[in-house]
């Protein structure tokens, strides 16, 4: 089992930085695979960033590309998510996930685990 419990988040104005902090216990051994999702109200959930747990790779959605930064620190066991320039359409609960397989790392439904969800809120 891996545990996951996010952090940070909150209010903002369009233009400002946010970030959001993801803390990985258990087995984080047979984690692959870290990413961030979003979910808006009325909305699916999506896809914003991963990072490989082993290499660091990185992966963006387009919305976010240049303004978001996925990072990880495997000593602390932590995943981060910097978000800078933040638009009204950032809104959302953003959730940590974690993948125990090098599946399709957009698709939520190859993700294994799930934080509990931290809100943001971005106001124009």
């Known amino acids: 089992q891996v545990q996951l419990v996010e952090s940070g988040g909150g209010l903002g104005q369009a233009g400002d930085s946010l970030s959001l902090s993801c803390a990985v216990s258990?087995?984080?051994?047979?984690?692959?695979?870290m990413a961030w999702f979003r979910q808006a109200p009325g909305k699916e959930r999506e896809f914003v960033a991963a990072?490989?747990?082993?290499?660091?790779?990185?992966y963006y959605a387009d919305s976010v590309k240049g303004r978001f930064t996925i990072s990880r620190d495997n000593a602390k066991n932590m995943v981060y998510l910097q978000m800078n320039s933040l638009k009204p359409e950032d809104t959302a609960v953003y959730y940590c996930?974690?993948?125990?397989?090098?599946?399709?790392?957009?698709?939520?439904?190859?993700?294994?685990?799930w934080g509990q969800g931290t809100q943001v809120t971005v106001s124009s």
């Open positions: 990072i490989s747990w082993k290499n660091g790779s990185t």
């Open positions: 996930a974690a993948a125990i397989s090098p599946a399709p790392i957009r698709s939520a439904t190859i993700y294994d685990y």
């Open positions: 258990g087995r984080t051994l047979s984690v692959y695979t």
